[in-house]
């Protein structure tokens, strides 16, 4: 079971990198990081690994920022993604790679521009904004690895604060995370190679996320918004560019 040594030190690369990304702003791990990572290895392989490596930094944030999240809004939302999980293992198994990159692109931008216009979820409906934003994600997840957009653009578009954002999102990402490797285990996906490479990454996610705590103090909430919107933007294009180009 050789793993060549460059791949390992891409992901401990990316993986620290990413890893403070998320704790700054809420979300962006997976949307860093696996559009990194697939310049160095299949997509498919990328998200399994990714899945393994995030949940200790997920979990951390979540431990830190739980005492702002509104639980019931984290149970609808976990409670959604739930189904959504299964959905998107099938998909990664039987889609081809761009055709799924396209449409997160779309799907993306689509989201940035009704948040750019100042949309919001109208108070009545905001549980069934959080039915779809947590399915889609769950089906995201196990597909593509980049289960974040459409729960930032629900929360974002619920004029939520910050610290209540980043921990709801944190919230699903640790429960989430956790069945997702599940998941990947049983079906077959999560092998030997995954398991030690992921292993090898896992203290530089956690150091990223301590780097990302001291420096999430001082973003304000101006530039948490403007943050929020350059990572969507970002991916988008990044996630376009692929599907198109490579």
């Known amino acids: 079971m050789a793993i060549p040594p460059g791949r390992v030190a891409a992901v401990i690369a990316v993986v620290l990198v990413a890893s403070v990304l998320q704790r700054v702003s809420g979300f962006g791990f997976a949307l860093v990081a696996t559009s990194l990572l697939a310049l160095a290895m299949p997509v498919s392989d990328a998200v399994v690994i990714l899945s393994f ?3 200790p930094s997920t979990a951390l944030t979540w431990h830190q920022l739980r005492g702002h999240a509104d639980p019931r809004q984290l149970r609808r939302l976990i409670a959604w993604t739930l189904p959504g999980l299964p959905l998107g293992l099938i998909v990664h198994a039987s889609v081809p790679d761009r055709p799924m990159r396209l449409i997160l692109a779309i799907v993306i931008s689509m989201a940035v521009a009704l948040l750019i216009t100042g949309w919001k979820v109208p108070v009545h409906h905001v549980a069934r904004a959080d039915a779809v934003a947590g399915f889609a994600a769950g089906v995201l997840n196990t597909s593509t690895g980049t289960n974040g957009p459409p729960l930032v653009f629900d929360l974002t578009s619920q004029g939520i ?9 944190s919230g699903v990402f640790a429960f989430s995370g956790i069945t997702t490797v599940t998941l990947f285990a049983i ?14 990454a896992m203290p530089f996610a956690i150091v990223g996320q301590r780097v ?6 001082g973003v304000s909430e101006a530039l948490f918004r403007r943050l929020t919107f350059a990572l969507l933007i970002g991916t988008a294009l990044s996630t376009g560019a692929k599907a198109i180009f490579f």
Not at 161 to 169: G, I, K, Q, S, V
Not at 187 to 200: F, H, I, M, P, Y
């Open 53 to 55: 490596v995030s949940i």
């Open 161 to 169: 604060t910050p610290d209540r954002l980043r921990a709801t999102l």
């Open 187 to 200: 079906e077959g996906s999560l092998d030997g190679k995954a398991l030690v490479t992921g292993a090898a």
């Open 212 to 217: 990302g705590t001291r420096l999430s103090a």
